[in-house]
């Protein structure tokens, strides 16, 4: 994960031929559907995965519909590996709250093809974003690879060795793919959640036309001329919107709809 200029990744060991990870996905692909248990589902990828590469299962979570209120829970709306180093969970949720969170930065920037190594020579966080890159140092993480299913899911990987040098493009194709056969066999187990990204908020044709106003600077009283409405008309459309939107304000609730392609 974290790295200087003085750190050198280690010296890249033999490893599995690529087509005895494409052989061994393709089995665990054709017998999902009798996998009976969320920990079960993780420890066939874990199984496939680190036979062929130095990476290893940390988790699969549902995503939220807007993360400032989320609190993970295991086995609910996370399902943690049995390998995770002793300790890393319960650090990381009692550090999360109020903290930028980066793997639903990662996924929602559409970025999780790199490696953590390589988003943070892309980004360079500072400061309180590197809490989550340090914690995983701490328990010699060094590094990972995440996974995100549709706007739902993320499937999340670490390694204890960056990675850079090792994972080959063939084989993030097919480490995403195990990844979405995962998710969607953990969406069978434990069904659907409308109130995680998936079921985007119903917002009416009008809610979202006030949104759209406001994500382009206009005032209460200018959105009320322009579609022929009274400014507490438009004040309750507006408040109706933060709700289903679970958001602060107005600029928060047009960001939210922006975010989520509700409007253009």
């Known amino acids: 994960m974290l790295t200087t200029s003085s750190q050198r990744p280690t010296a890249i060991a033999p490893r599995a031929n690529g087509t005895d990870l494409q052989a061994g996905l393709l089995d665990y692909a054709s017998r999902i559907e009798e996998i009976r248990t969320p920990s079960m589902v993780l420890d066939a990828l874990h199984a496939i995965i680190n036979k062929s ?42 550090l999360a709250p109020g903290k930028f969170r980066p793997v639903l930065f990662l996924t929602r920037s559409g970025l999780a093809s790199l490696t953590w190594t390589e988003m943070q020579r892309l980004f360079q966080p500072v400061g309180v974003d590197r809490w989550a890159f340090e914690l995983g140092l701490k328990y010699g993480m ?72 406001v994500s382009m600077g206009t005032q209460t009283d200018g959105i009320a001329q322009a579609l022929g409405l009274g400014e507490e008309t438009v004040r309750s459309h507006l408040k109706k919107a933060q709700a289903k939107l679970e958001v602060r304000n107005r600029t928060h609730a047009a960001c939210e709809a922006v975010r989520f392609n509700l409007i253009p």
């Open 142 to 213: 060094r590094d990972g690879l995440i996974c995100p299913v549709g706007g739902r899911w993320v499937v999340v990987f670490w390694s204890r060795r960056v990675l850079s040098n090792i994972l080959t493009q063939p084989d993030r194709i097919m480490i995403f793919a195990a990844a979405n056969f995962a998710a969607l066999r953990l969406e069978q187990l434990n069904g659907p959640d409308v109130g995680r990204i998936g079921s985007r908020a119903r917002l009416t044709a009008r809610e979202l036309a006030v949104l759209r106003l």
């Open 53 to 94: 590469l130095p990476l290893s299962v940390l988790c699969a979570a549902r995503l939220p519909i807007n993360d400032i209120a989320w609190r993970p829970v295991l086995d609910q709306s996370v399902f943690m590996h049995k390998d995770v180093p002793h300790g890393w969970w319960e650090d990381y949720d009692a």
